[in-house]
């Protein structure tokens, strides 16, 4: 089944440490994307890549950090400079016609707890 | 810079009645598209409906349907016929249509619950 994965469900780290979500989809989707879910709030982009090797800052994007190396993966860092770390991460894809009607299609996200 | 308001924090229905969520947006695109997602106590984020801003006719998908009023700038969800499966978070988006940033732009949620 095509689909978006992300591992894991739960993570649970101490504070100053980095931690790296994971997120891969088998949608032969060119795009993907990370959010950041807290209560109360809407999600927030984090960062967003359209194409291979290429990515770009959505509007929450310090202390974290990506690579997108492969048309597949997308995983997201969160480093010791990201000052609330604890959220839900969700990771999302979508072809890339450049027409804006394209879905998206959501993984099932990665609950992060920072002790 | 865009930005999507849901003023409900909070929504219930009795089960089998009809519900409208509320959606505004600020814009200064003429082009543009409005999505509803759903997202239920698994956190599993689905596409309920979606709406081209140049099209004048209302998207209508089952037993949901949306009133789009594009001069007020706003978007609001009705489900009709209410099923205890719909109980779930429902965020209002925006996106625009080119032009670099594909990114969309959600509101803060309207939890919805289904009483039986």
């Known amino acids: 089944d095509g689909g978006i994965t992300q591992s894991p469900k739960y993570l649970f780290r101490k504070e100053g440490q980095n931690v790296t979500l994971s997120c891969e989809q088998n949608?032969?989707?060119?795009?993907m994307y990370w959010y950041r879910q807290d209560p109360g709030q809407g999600l927030r982009l984090i960062y967003y890549s359209q194409i291979v090797n290429d990515f770009q800052k959505g509007d929450i994007a310090e202390g974290y950090s990506v690579s997108r190396e492969k048309k597949e993966s997308f995983p997201l860092t969160v480093t010791s400079a990201q000052k609330n770390p604890t959220a839900f991460y969700l990771c999302a894809s979508s072809t890339s016609t450049g027409g804006g009607r394209e879905e998206q299609f959501f993984g099932p996200g990665t609950r992060l707890t920072v002790l | 810079a865009q930005t999507v308001t849901q003023s409900q924090p909070e929504m219930s229905v009795q089960e089998a009645e009809t519900v409208t969520l509320s959606c505004t947006y600020d814009?200064?695109?003429?082009?543009?598209?409005l999505f509803w997602y759903k997202q239920p106590p698994s956190r599993q984020m689905i596409l309920v409906i979606r709406q081209e801003a140049y099209k004048q006719q209302n998207a209508t998908e089952n037993r949901f349907s949306v009133n789009f009023q594009k001069a007020a700038k706003s978007f609001s969800l009705k489900i009709s016929d209410s099923q205890l499966g719909d109980a779930a978070m429902y965020f209002c988006?925006?996106?625009?249509?080119?032009?670099?940033?594909?990114?969309?732009?959600f509101g803060k949620g309207t939890k919805l619950t289904v009483n039986p």
């Open positions: 814009t200064s695109e003429s082009d543009y598209y």
């Open positions: 949608l032969n989707h060119d795009a």
């Open positions: 988006a925006y996106r625009r249509t080119q032009g670099g940033s594909e990114k969309l732009v």
